[in-house]
């Protein structure tokens, strides 16, 4: 039930947007067109940096890792590698004693490690090296690129800084958080300028691109603002 | 305390942008219903707040619900912003109002820059985008704006795209509102009160804090493809009242140093501590609409003792804008409590 | 095995001289800066002033020199980039880039700094003179100046008090930590274990059980060096006393004063730390409660109810008894053996402290309500082998967020911290075990400036100095 002053160009032109095919075409045309003509930078991992307290508690980590051997054997010597030493994962986790939860996903030829902790992220992967190194030098000896950074207790700094490399950008929660990140990466911190907003897909689109995985939102919390000690105080369960 | 001559040219603003006056109704928010209910506290309402309504007792509310566009021609269908406007009736006669809509965040930061944004995005005509112009837009990876509704031949998109791109504050409010569409019953949407409050504990600590209520029954829209249908919210919801009440959850989320306390365009983070205060439960759509939704007339700074307003100009203006276009219009005044007669 | 003479001097054993002058300096032509630097441990006792090493052998000298280079000094001497790419993200950032770690924000962010701080990149060598009397100060200064090396961008000057005390009215200099294979006649038995030497030299084994610093190649240049945090931190000494003028009234009308301060208890105190009356014993308690020791360096730890000049200051321990607030200032910076979230960290983010102030002291009798105070402070260097791993995780989790206890998460540290009087708040303990909440304190130190250095060892230098770079 279309309006009567719609033409036949009109509805194509409404159409093509939403046809597979199309979509796939432009992928392959418009898109690297865009990334040539307009480039954006790909924007970087990890929480956004604030110093208030109820942002630097429960904050998010997704790390993505891409295994060396892309096969049900690599996949499988991972596995391996998180079970043989889950005790010990378990031991750090509990004295670096500021992670809520942490977990080790494999997705497609990824170990991936999602936790949610608080605090400077430095400071817990530093500590979590001091209690259990010899468990990241045997996962991230399975893991492309991971052979810079290991022996993990040697390099301890080439190790945090890979690790924040594989960490995922957080797409902010609104899209103008997203417009000002990628005015900040650009050195653009003005409070107004000529902006146009209709080309938001496109930055999008663009960032994507390259930034192939990303975290959407910051992530729910059902109770926000309180640090694992505070919860397991309050619980009565000791910190 | 606003101005009382800047309260008249900010109603003027709104009218002016009018696409027909309305004597005898509120210029903006026009098409409205009020519904009745209850509004009980949770057990930890009243460790934050003294306020009357949150000390656990049942108190009687009056809501209305309202369609954001002004003018007499109701358009349910229409993407638009939706509002709640709660009175939590006290014992003692008074009240404290609770003004939210469903969009989070304002637009502009105070008077003047409302003023200045008044001037830009004017009612303007709307025609559909031609053909050629759309397929540049998807070419360049641009969003083609939305096509006019069936009757839709002005609105205000384009003149608040053009402030908005000028303006980065007022971006993401100008953003939320093109993306808003319609719910399927008023119960259905999550209604923001926008500004910062100032809520006192009973041992004395003050929190700046912000509300927003949470449907029970879930958010949800009408498809955006579909043709809008112009008046069902009003049925929609007698119907749903008839069977079972529809609740909402009052949250407060409490703000840090260094959040956007007096600035309604900048939301809060999701990681701040989120209180629940109590449950809204609204049961019956009232015979009398022209008291329960007309005449009734809220103010977004009648505000329990335990509640103050904050800094925020745009609350601040508020006060004196709603004042102003009750009178014009005879809404029924309120008896203020003696302290409030700022 | 190690030797003290490669080190720069106060680094492991303070000088304590009277006077300290910082020049903040700018490479003007990098070859003249290197002849500079190898000049300074030529041993010539003409021109350059000589760097004072850790082994000043039996008689201190009486001037003492010494450098610290940021990342921009470094490679504004030329230094390899192969070599620079090895030092810490830290360091490379700068201090101005690490502001959220450090609660540089508000009106300590770095866009507030005077000059010469607010030109970081132009910060290239920070020169410290340590002297008896500000004619050595002029005089070495005079001698270190080679125009053709070097644009002095500013100084910063500063005295000690008498017997250690620093603004505020607190005794400082108590602690500083005693090192494996170091032999300090200044530091005695104080309850906490040794630390390795690691702790604040690159190239030697850490607290935190094997890990090792990266040292920058070649080992001539990163090995025995260190970093420092030097921060200027004005200190609002009139804020300071106004609210424990606040505070103490507060108390005297609260129910459980009396369990704060038993009737009578006041005596004590005030024979200690000359006041009078129980409002002057109020103040007392809150200015040893926000830092952990009394004004005279008692350590709350050890006595809670009034300072004792003849406890062991520095020897003392955390443990569920001891009434020191899990929120204090010391604490804070320093766990010890108490109990805290970060279980490993216990001792790993020790730090050698060396400050002084600077700016006039404060005496209440002269204050001039019409006109402004003038700025004193602290002009602090926090020295440790990783900035990230030491001063930045003390700063960012203990100070700031407050994680090592869920007691105090949600406030700041209540003396250096970023407060906000709308939301700040501390908790006094009671003997019961209760707690009275004090509320509405004000930010009371600013940051006025500051960089991360690296101290290079004797070795660095000639490294440095060398044309052959």
């Known amino acids: 039930m279309m309006p009567s002053d719609e033409g036949l160009l009109d509805r194509f032109v409404d159409w093509l947007p939403k046809n597979l095919v199309f979509k796939r075409v432009a992928s392959w045309t418009l898109v690297p067109f865009w990334a040539r003509w307009t480039p954006v930078k790909p924007l970087p991992g990890g929480p956004h940096p604030s110093f208030q307290h109820g942002d630097n508690v429960q904050c998010m980590m997704n790390l993505i890792m891409p295994l060396k051997i892309k096969s049900p054997i690599g996949r499988a010597e991972a596995a391996l590698a998180i079970a043989q030493n889950k005790d010990a994962i378990y031991a750090g986790l509990n004295n670096v004693g500021t992670v809520h939860f942490a977990r ?136 | 305390m606003v101005d009382a001559s800047v309260a008249k040219r900010l109603v003027e603003a709104i009218i002016d942008n009018l696409p027909e006056p309305v004597p005898g109704r509120r210029p903006v928010h026009t098409i409205g219903m009020g519904v009745k209910g209850k509004f009980v506290a949770s057990d930890v309402a009243r460790t934050y707040c003294i306020a009357e309504h949150f000390n656990g007792q049942s108190v009687s509310v009056s809501v209305r619900f309202s369609n954001g566009l002004g003018g007499l021609e109701q358009h349910d ?110 119960a259905r949407a999550s209604y923001h009160a926008v500004h910062t409050f100032v809520v006192t504990a009973p041992d004395g600590v003050r929190r700046p804090v912000r509300f927003s209520w949470q449907p029970v029954a879930g958010v949800r829209n009408t498809e955006l493809t579909a043709v809008p249908c112009d008046k069902y919210l009003r049925k929609e919801l007698e119907d749903r009242l008839r069977r079972w009440p529809a609740r909402f959850m009052l949250m407060m989320t409490i703000g840090e140093a260094g959040d956007a306390l007096d600035d309604p365009t900048r939301p809060w983070p999701g990681t701040r501590i989120r209180v629940v205060m109590g449950t809204l439960t609204l049961t019956e759509v009232p015979e009398d609409q022209e008291a329960a939704g007309e005449r009734i007339s809220f103010n977004p700074c009648r505000l329990a003792p335990g509640i103050e307003v904050s800094k925020d100009p745009i609350l601040e203006a508020r006060l004196g804008v709603y004042e102003v276009s009750r009178e014009m219009r005879g809404g029924c005044p309120f008896r203020w409590r003696p302290d409030d007669a700022k | ?22 020049l903040i300096l700018e490479i003007a032509d990098r070859i003249a800066a290197r002849r500079w630097l190898a000049a300074s441990i030529s041993g010539r006792d003409d021109g350059v002033p000589q760097i004072t090493t850790g082994n000043w052998g039996a008689a201190k000298p009486d001037t003492c020199f010494n450098i610290g280079l940021t990342y921009e000094g470094l490679r504004a001497l030329g230094t390899p980039s192969s070599s620079l790419e090895m030092f810490p993200n830290e360091f490379i950032e700068g201090m101005t880039a690490r502001a959220l770690k450090l609660g540089d924000v508000g009106p300590s962010a770095p866009e507030t700094w005077p000059s010469p701080f607010d030109d970081p990149g132009r910060i290239h060598i920070i020169a410290t003179i340590y002297a008896g009397d500000v004619r050595q100060l002029d005089q070495v200064q005079q001698r270190a100046l080679d125009r053709n090396a070097l644009t002095l961008l500013g100084t910063r000057e500063g005295h000690n008090f008498r017997d250690d005390f620093v603004h505020f009215g607190y005794r400082d200099n108590i602690m500083q930590p005693r090192f494996e294979g170091v032999h300090d006649p200044q530091r005695h038995a104080d309850g906490q274990p040794r630390a390795p030497l690691g702790t604040v030299l690159l190239g030697h084994p850490t607290n935190l059980e094997g890990l090792m610093w990266r040292v920058p190649q070649p080992a001539a240049l990163g090995h025995n060096g260190t970093f420092n945090a030097f921060r200027v931190l004005k200190q609002d000494v009139v804020a300071f006393e106004e609210y424990l003028d606040q505070a103490a009234s507060d108390l005297l009308a609260h129910p459980h004063v009396d369990e704060l301060l038993s009737p009578g208890a006041e005596a004590k105190i005030g024979q200690v730390m000359s006041v009078e009356g129980r409002h002057g014993a109020l103040r007392e308690i809150v200015a040893a409660n926000l830092c952990g020791r009394w004004r005279d360096g008692t350590p709350l730890a050890l006595s809670a109810d009034a300072p004792d000049p003849d406890v062991n200051r520095a020897n003392f321990d955390y443990d569920r008894e001891s009434r020191c607030p899990y929120g204090a200032h010391i604490r804070r910076c320093n766990p010890r053996g108490g109990q805290i979230v970060q279980r490993v960290a216990n001792n790993s983010r020790r730090l050698v402290r060396r400050g002084m102030p600077y700016g006039p002291a404060y005496d209440p009798a002269k204050r001039d309500r019409d006109k402004p105070e003038p700025e004193r402070g602290l002009l602090g260097n926090f020295i440790g082998a990783s900035l990230g791993a030491q001063f930045e995780a003390m700063s960012c989790d203990w100070l700031n967020l407050s994680l090592q206890d869920p007691r105090i998460t949600g406030s700041n540290d209540p003396i250096v911290g970023a407060n906000d009087p709308k939301t700040s708040w501390f908790d006094l303990p009671l003997k019961s075990g209760c707690t009275i909440r004090l509320r509405g304190l004000p930010r009371l130190v600013w940051t006025r400036g500051g960089a991360y250095t690296f101290l290079p060892s004797l070795s660095a230098i000639r490294f440095l100095g060398s044309q052959m770079m």
Not at chain 1, 161 to 183: I, K, N, S
Not at chain 2, 115 to 129: H, T
């Open chain 1, 104 to 239: 080790f996903v494999i997705v497609g030829d990824n170990i991936c490690m999602f936790s949610v902790y608080d605090g400077d992220f430095t400071n817990y992967i530093r500590d979590f090296i001091a209690t259990i190194g010899s468990v990241f030098n045997a996962v991230v000896e399975l893991v492309e690129g991971g052979d810079d950074v290991i022996p993990c207790e040697e390099k301890v700094e080439a190790f945090i800084q890979w690790v924040h490399e594989h960490d995922l950008y957080q797409v902010p929660d609104t899209a103008t958080d997203f417009l000002r990140d990628q005015e900040a990466l650009n050195g653009d911190g003005a409070a107004s300028g000529n902006d146009d907003l209709t080309l938001l897909p496109r930055k999008m689109v663009l960032q994507l691109r390259a930034n192939a995985n990303v975290s959407l939102g910051s992530g729910y919390r059902a109770y926000p603002g309180f640090s694992v000690a505070q919860v397991r105080k309050q619980l009565g369960i000791g910190w």
């Open chain 3, 1 to 22: 095995m190690f030797d003290l003479a490669d080190l720069q001097g106060n680094i492991l054993r303070g000088y304590r001289k009277p006077h300290v002058r910082y």
């Open chain 2, 77 to 186: 269908g229409w993407s638009d912003v939706r509002g709640m406007a709660t009175r939590f009736h006290l014992p003692d006669g008074t009240a404290s109002d609770l003004i939210a809509t469903t969009l989070g965040e304002f637009f502009v930061r105070n008077v003047d820059d409302f003023f200045e944004f008044a001037k830009v995005a004017k009612l303007e005509p709307y025609r559909r985008r031609p053909w050629w112009l759309k397929l540049l837009d998807i070419l360049q990876l641009k969003m083609p704006p939305r096509d006019p509704y069936p009757n839709e031949t002005r609105n205000v998109d384009a003149g608040a795209l053009c402030y908005a791109n000028r303006h980065r504050f007022a971006q993401l409010g100008v953003f939320q509102v093109s993306l808003i569409g319609a719910p399927v019953s008023y």
